[in-house]
């Protein structure tokens, strides 16, 4: 047994190991087959896929009509109500009152929003005293308060406006005030030692370095003005595409209802898409990402 220990110990080291090929190495690196198709590609790609399903669906009668219409009397819808927002009838009054709510919403949105963030950053009683009573508001399920707005403010678009704004500006004013409590500490400090006044200090440091928060909330709050607007629309009536679905939706016209769904969604990408490409114009030093903030 020794001199097969000895033998062991003595032998000569065995040559290392053979790297792993080049494409095993790489192997986990390599971008994925969706980044490098052209996301135009991909996107409609996947959109063809997810209607085959539904038109497969729909064609063995696996779902309920009234749940999942056939796709072909979803786009006959969709054709009807371009034809009719291009002559101007119901459907054009009805988008144009939803987008004018959303907008208005919206803007109301910003000012409360953007007021209250810097109430709750830049002062103790907003920091201590108003922020908890605000998280306290905000947990609450807002639909609850559509009533209030309705009874205080009527049945025309002023109840659509205030109940979009106050389940907009909530994330707004958080990103505000994280935004502006977010200046690096050694550049406040440069500036507290160089004496640089407290207003050049807000525009010169703490403002550049908030705008990315404040457009992640913009374009948060974006999405939900619009979903505010529709459910005050079923709520409160009016003449609005919220109120249109819900006819639709009382009539089991499904078709219509996905058709006024999807004229929604395009609406409210588009709302979104522009302040995001508002955000690239203006806080152009902030690299762009893939997932963007969502209501």
């Known amino acids: 047994m020794v001199p097969q220990q000895r033998d062991e110990a003595t032998a000569p ?18 971008p994925s087959i969706w980044v490098r198709l052209p996301t135009w590609l991909s996107l409609s790609g996947f959109i063809l896929v997810l209607f085959g399903l ?7 009668d696996l779902v309920s009509p009234f749940i999942l219409p056939d ?12 034809r009719d927002v291009g002559t101007g009838g119901r459907l054009a009054e009805a988008l144009g009152i939803t987008v004018l709510e959303s907008v208005l919403a ?5 000012v409360l929003g953007l007021g209250f963030g810097f109430l709750v950053a830049e002062s103790d009683f907003g920091r201590i005293v108003l922020m908890p009573l605000l998280v306290a508001v905000n947990a609450a399920p807002k639909i609850v308060f559509a009533p209030i707005f ?15 704004a106050f389940i907009a ?12 409590a977010s200046v690096d500490r050694d550049k406040a400090t440069l500036f507290r030692s160089l004496r640089i006044s407290r207003r050049k200090t807000f525009f010169k440091l703490q403002l ?3 705008l990315p928060f404040i457009f992640a909330g913009l374009k948060t709050a974006s999405v939900l003005a619009v979903i505010g607007v529709v459910v005050g629309e079923f709520i409160g009536g009016g003449g609005g595409l919220g109120q249109q679905t819900k006819i639709a939706g009382d009539l089991l016209a499904t078709d219509r209802v996905y058709a006024y769904g999807i004229v929604l969604a395009v609406f409210g990408y588009l709302f979104y898409a522009l302040v995001a490409f508002a955000e690239r114009k203006i806080v152009f030093w902030q690299t762009p990402h893939g997932v963007q903030a969502g209501g």
């Open 13 to 30: 080291a065995a040559p290392p190991a053979a790297p792993p090929p080049e494409s095993q190495v790489d192997w986990g690196e390599r």
């Open 71 to 82: 796709p072909g009397d979803v786009v006959a819808a969709l054709g009807q109500m371009a």
């Open 150 to 164: 309705i009874a205080a403010l009527g049945f025309g678009i002023s109840s659509k406006v205030a109940l979009g």
């Open 208 to 210: 550049p370095s908030a």
């Open 54 to 60: 539904w038109y497969l669906l729909a064609s063995l």
């Open 106 to 110: 919206f803007l109301v949105a910003v």
């Open 169 to 180: 500006f909530f994330p707004l004013l958080v990103d505000t005030a994280a935004g502006l």
